[in-house]
C-alpha cells in the first residue's frame, strides 16, 4: 500500500508560479508510473502530468504543456510538479497519483492518490 501526501498549494496571481510536492511512502512495484491530476468544482477529474518512476519520461496534458514541468526525487520518493504562467482556468484541487507504467492518463487506471491541495489562480 503506497501512501501519498500532496503540499504547495496555494493563491496566486495569474502569470505567477507554484510547485507542488508529492511525498510518497510504502510498497511501491519496480515499474510504476506517477501521475498529477486535477479536479475543479463541479468538472471531472482530470489528467495533467505524468512521470515514469524507473526512466523519467514524462508526459502531458495539452492545456499545460510549456507551462508545467513534472519531475522526480527518486532518492526522497517525491515527485514535483512547477507551475508557472498559471491562469485562473488552472484553478483545482490538484491530487497525485500511482499508477501502471505506460503512459496512462486516464484516472481509472490509477489506484493510490491523495487527498489533494488547492490552487487557486486570481485574475
Known amino acids: 500500500q503506497v501512501q501519498l501526501a500532496e503540499s504547495g498549494g496555494g493563491l496566486v496571481q495569474a502569470g505567477g508560479s507554484l510547485r507542488l510536492t508529492c511525498a510518497a511512502s510504502g510498497r511501491t512495484f519496480s515499474r510504476f508510473d506517477m501521475g498529477w491530476f486535477r479536479q475543479a468544482p463541479g468538472k471531472e477529474r482530470e489528467f495533467v502530468a505524468g512521470?515514469?518512476?524507473?526512466?523519467?519520461?514524462?508526459y502531458y496534458a495539452d492545456s499545460v504543456k510549456g507551462r508545467f514541468t513534472i519531475s522526480r526525487d527518486s532518492a526522497k520518493n517525491t515527485v514535483y510538479l512547477q507551475m508557472s504562467s498559471l491562469k485562473p482556468e488552472d484553478t483545482a484541487v490538484y491530487y497525485c497519483a500511482v499508477g501502471p507504467y505506460g503512459g496512462y492518463s486516464n484516472a481509472g487506471a490509477f489506484g493510490s492518490w491523495g487527498q489533494g491541495t488547492q490552487v487557486t489562480v486570481s485574475s
Open positions: 512521470i515514469s518512476w524507473s526512466v523519467g519520461n514524462t
